[in-house]
Nanobody, 127 residues
């Protein structure tokens, strides 16, 4: 079993920054890829960022590229999402998830291909 616990969400004004954390336990953290997804009310879960087990491969969608940065500290079993220049449309519940490294380059943006999920943390961007 894997437990993922997100933290760091909150209310921020547009243009501001937040850093989300996801603490993992229950497996060899460095052996697995990690992803961040978000879901706004009435919308499907959306890919936000993904990072390989060693941190050398990172993916972002165009919607957050240049504003969000994913990183991981394998010694602390934690993955981070630094979010800068936040926009109103970034408002959502943010989830971290883990998956096998197999076919990471093909599967990273598909939430159905992640095995374990955290409970989510709310990010609200106000005008």
């Amino acid at each position: 079993q894997v437990q993922l616990v997100e933290s760091g969400g909150g209310l921020v004004q547009a243009g501001g920054s937040l850093r989300l954390s996801c603490a993992a336990s229950g497996r060899t953290f460095s052996g697995y890829a990690m992803g961040w997804f978000r879901q706004a009310p009435g919308k499907e879960r959306e890919f936000v960022a993904a990072i390989s087990g060693g941190g050398g491969t990172i993916y972002y969608p165009d919607s957050v590229k240049g504003r969000f940065t994913i990183s991981r500290d394998n010694a602390k079993n934690t993955v981070y999402l630094q979010m800068n220049s936040l926009k109103l449309e970034d408002t959502a519940v943010y989830y971290c998830a883990s998956r096998s490294p197999v076919d990471f380059g093909l599967a990273y943006r598909n939430p159905r291909l992640y095995d374990y999920w955290g409970q989510g943390t709310q990010v609200t961007v106000s005008s």
